[in-house]
């Protein structure tokens, strides 16, 4: 697991335009879970399209839809940039 | 809705949020059920009969689901439907799945996990229009032979492949077939189990791809034996075998990457991506704009304003035209009657006066309506519910409170049961019990007449949109910190997090549109008209009754009395006729039944600025405040045709006078009985609603006494801040 690695980040620290890809989970919450099963599945890249006026929530392209999500919610999910 | 009978083989319609079920379910059953472009528009299981070639089954439309493990209460509804348990307690004999191809790999994961209950299932392929338009090329027969079923496209509201999947359907109940689908496999080895299967049929064994595969994997395989006889079946058997066992066991830590695995598999299979995905669309090209965190926040207040400022200033000529006939109406009616006094009054005061000043709110309902109707059919709302997320963060709700709330302006009733999206108990109940202080249409009756009163005369046109507007945002600024308190000290339990889907922008369809103002139209006059009418037909008997002539006569004579000693002028001419029947006019409603239950609690609401007239209209439209314009007519008695456009009532309540000779209104108690409309809890419709929805008599009963305390008090303090100010 590439967990090690300097270029991992939190989604918190997500910002406007990233491309990342998720390396990682950390959380077995049903919350989590949730997140799973609406396709934020380990390898799965993603776009950070928005980030709304106070920062949050975040508007995601992944799997080809647009996802709105907290960043303070997406607990446990490691990412890592992609070009 | 047309019933079914019983023994019927059912149908169901499953799928994602926003996948098109309704608008599919509409197109087959011929049904107008409520379409709306962002997901949680269906909350209820709805069913309607399908007519097939082999006859009528019945077919329900269940609201969307991501996945078979329920998060919130529309998705257990959802999922108590396909397994058919309570309340149903019938299992589907056929699932139409309702997949997105627009949004293939997202969809087709639920269509994983429904392919796993083993009910025959056909697909209706929905948006395939925006995968022309993106210039996406779809291989149907190709994603049918990966999905194990039949795959139908169609566009619902065009009615595009509804006979083809009728088709399909009754092809399916001819032979039942479950989904065959089998996500831990590489396409590679599916294909060569296929051959194998295909092969092992022409020699008359007939196995389906599952058995092969169990036999296929298990140690000890009868097929073995069988297929070293046959060197023609062993060489397929072999290939099979080896792409089984050598198959890269995809090893995922959990069960959604499983089937993600699965479904990016079929859906990159299945449509070909033509040119560079990073291009921008146009829904890319106008969120730059309108999810934007300047531009974005200032559209959508621009976008709030105009719905009201519209609502005013279209509204008007309309009310006016409805005014004009109710009035011309009376007019005509009002003197055939002229015999018979009590029952003249019964039919121009309170029949005719009733239904128009019911009628006059029509055009402001449509409106409403119809901007509620665009908003959610571009896709905006999603967008509205971004935006406003960290506000609505702030007190514990989250943006998708806002979809609920929002609905809550055209009725609560609709939002309160919105909030079945809501995902965890906590903010639902949150929302259901904030939903009735946003201010719905019936309120915008009060409104319009004080504005048009007190505001647009004094102060023109801006400051009424203006005003009308705040009166709008008022329910909304409140709710912030009741939510916040009810989230600190009231309720238990976790708070699931916030997720909404934001589909991309479309044009409005124009039928939906229509459908929805049509509908709350219809619904308006029928519900909402009856209860105003009988409403005013009782407020006019408690305001006519006890009549006298006796009593009559001895008003006439004490205003005789009056104006001679204090006018200095004989008791004649035609100014001296129209006071004393004014004077007689006040007498007889202040000795009305009515005149006298207003009075008794006047005391109580004087501290608010409100004499016993306004009280006894504020309290009779408790039960419905749609009721309180038609009182307020027939309370300042004027008859007939009252409504919040007549400039006789607005004048009226201009004149009124409190028995000390100040003006009863100024424009503080205007204010004052605006913002006491705005806050307080007056229909008994949306306190049925709420008991329903939470299944308990203790949030009703705490919503009717948290929002009448609240206007009692606010309204007394705007009262006194207005006194303080002169
Ligand atoms: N372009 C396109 N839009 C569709 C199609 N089917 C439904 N829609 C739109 O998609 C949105 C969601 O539809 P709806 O039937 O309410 O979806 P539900 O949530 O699955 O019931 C609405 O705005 C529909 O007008 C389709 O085949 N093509
Ligand atoms: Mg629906």
Redesign the interface.
């Known amino acids: 697991m590439p967990l090690m690695r300097d270029s991992v980040m939190t989604f918190s620290e997500l910002k406007q335009g990233m491309r990342v890809r998720i390396v990682g989970?950390h959380n077995d919450s049903?919350?989590a879970?949730?997140?799973?099963?609406?396709?934020m599945?380990?390898?799965?890249t993603l776009n950070v399209?928005?980030?709304?006026?106070?920062?949050?929530?975040v508007?995601i392209d992944l799997?080809?839809?647009?996802?709105?999500?907290?960043k303070k919610?997406?607990l446990g999910f490691d990412v890592e940039p992609v070009e | 809705m047309a019933t079914v009978a019983a023994g019927t083989r059912l149908v169901a319609i499953v799928g994602n949020p926003n996948a098109g079920k309704t608008t599919l379910f509409n197109a087959l059953t011929g049904s107008r059920q409520k379409v709306g472009n962002y997901p949680g528009v269906t909350v209820e299981r709805v069913s309607g009969p399908l007519q097939l070639a082999s006859g009528s089954v019945e077919c329900v439309d269940i609201p969307g689901l991501?996945?078979m493990?329920p998060?919130s209460e529309d998705e257990r509804v959802a999922v108590a439907a396909i397994r058919g348990e309570a309340p149903a307690n019938r299992q589907p004999d056929l699932l139409i799945c309702v997949v997105d191809a627009?949004?293939?790999?997202?969809n087709l994961?639920l269509f994983s996990q429904v392919a796993e209950l083993g009910i025959p299932t056909v697909v209706a392929l929905t948006m395939v229009d925006r995968l022309e338009s993106a210039k996406r090329l779809l291989d149907l027969s190709r994603l049918s032979n990966l999905l194990g079923v039949e795959v139908v496209p169609v566009v619902g509201h065009k009615e595009r492949g509804i006979k083809d999947l009728l088709e399909a359907v009754d092809r399916a109940f001819e032979s039942p077939q479950p989904p065959d689908v089998d996500f831990t496999l590489s396409l590679e080895t599916k294909a060569k189990i296929a051959s194998l299967r295909e092969r092992l049929a022409r020699s008359g064994e007939d196995f389906t791809k599952r058995e092969l595969k169990d036999k296929l994997q298990s140690e000890s395989n009868d097929l073995a034996s069988y297929a070293k006889d046959f060197p023609e079946i062993e060489e397929v058997y072999v290939r099979a075998l080896d792409a089984v066992t050598s198959d890269v066991e995809p090893t995922?830590?959990?069960d959604?990457?499983y089937r993600?695995g699965w479904s990016?598999m079929v859906s990159r299979a299945a449509i070909s991506e033509p040119g560079d995905p990073g291009r921008k669309t146009l829904t890319?090209r106008i969120?730059h704009i309108l999810?934007h965190?300047?531009w974005?926040?200032l559209v959508f207040a621009g976008v709030m304003y105009l719905v009201f400022q519209s609502i005013y200033s279209f509204a008007g000529p309309l009310m006016d035209g409805i005014d004009w006939i109710f009035g011309k109406l009376s007019g005509w009616v009002g003197p055939m009657l002229d015999g018979a006094p009590v029952l003249q009054s019964l039919v121009v005061d309170g029949l005719i006066g009733g239904v128009g000043g019911m009628l006059v709110f029509l055009p402001q309902i449509l409106i409403l309506f119809f901007f509620i109707a665009v908003l959610e059919g571009t896709g905006y709302l999603?967008r509205a519910?971004?935006?406003m997320?960290?506000?609505l963060?702030w007190c514990g709700l989250?943006?998708r409170a806002f979809i609920p709330l929002l609905s809550s302006f055209a009725c609560a009733i609709p939002g309160i049961m919105a909030a079945r999206v809501m995902p965890d108990v906590k903010s639902r109940l949150a929302t259901i019990l904030v939903a009735p202080l946003m201010s719905c249409s019936a309120r915008l009756p009060v409104y319009v007449l004080l504005i048009g009163t007190f505001i647009a005369p004094k102060y023109g046109p801006v400051w009424a949109g203006i005003t009308l507007f705040a009166m709008h945002l008022l329910g909304l600024v409140v709710a912030i910190p009741i939510v916040w308190f009810l989230n600190r000290r009231v309720f238990k339990g976790t708070r699931?997090?916030?997720?909404?889907?934001?589909?991309p922008y479309q044009w409005p369809k124009w039928k939906d549109v229509w459908l929805a103002m049509y509908f709350r139209g219809k619904v308006f006059v029928t519900t909402a008209g009856t209860i105003i009418v009988l409403m005013s037909v009782l407020i006019w008997g408690l305001s006519y009754f006890p009549r006298s002539n006796e009593a009559t006569t001895r008003y006439e004579q004490t205003f005789e009395r009056q104006w001679v000693e204090t006018e200095k002028q004989e008791p004649f001419g035609d100014k001296y006729k129209s006071a004393q029947d004014s004077y007689v006019a006040e007498q007889q409603l202040a000795n009305s039944y009515l005149g006298r239950f207003g009075k008794t609690l006047e005391p109580v609401f004087v501290p608010a600025g409100f004499d016993w007239r306004i009280t006894t209209a504020v309290l009779s439209a408790f039960p419905a405040r749609e009721t309180v314009v038609p009182s307020l007519g027939i309370i300042f008695n004027l008859g007939g045709d009252v409504d919040e456009g007549s400039v006789d009532l607005q004048q009226a309540i201009n004149r009124a006078k409190w028995p000390d000779g100040r003006p009863l209104f100024t424009v503080w108690t205007a204010i004052s009985l605006m913002v006491f409309f705005a806050l307080c809890c007056q229909c008994m419709s949306t306190l049925a609603t709420i008991r329903r929805e939470t299944n308990s008599w203790k949030w009703p009963v705490f919503v009717f006494t948290y929002m009448t305390a609240l206007a009692y008090l606010a309204s007394v303090g705007i009262n006194f801040l207005g006194q303080a100010l002169r």
Do not use: W
Not at chain 1, 33 to 39: A, P, S
Not at chain 1, 49 to 57: E, I, L, Q, R, S
Not at chain 2, 496 to 503: A, K
């Open positions: 989970i049903p919350e879970r949730r997140l799973k099963e609406m396709g599945t380990v390898g799965t399209v928005k980030v709304a006026p106070f920062g949050d929530p508007e799997r080809g839809y647009r996802l709105c999500l907290r919610e997406t | 991501y996945s493990s998060v627009s949004n293939l790999e997202r994961f995922p830590e959990d959604s990457s993600y990016t890319d969120d999810t965190r300047v974005g926040m999603a519910a971004f935006l997320d960290r506000v963060g989250n943006g699931l997090p916030f997720l909404l889907e934001l589909p």
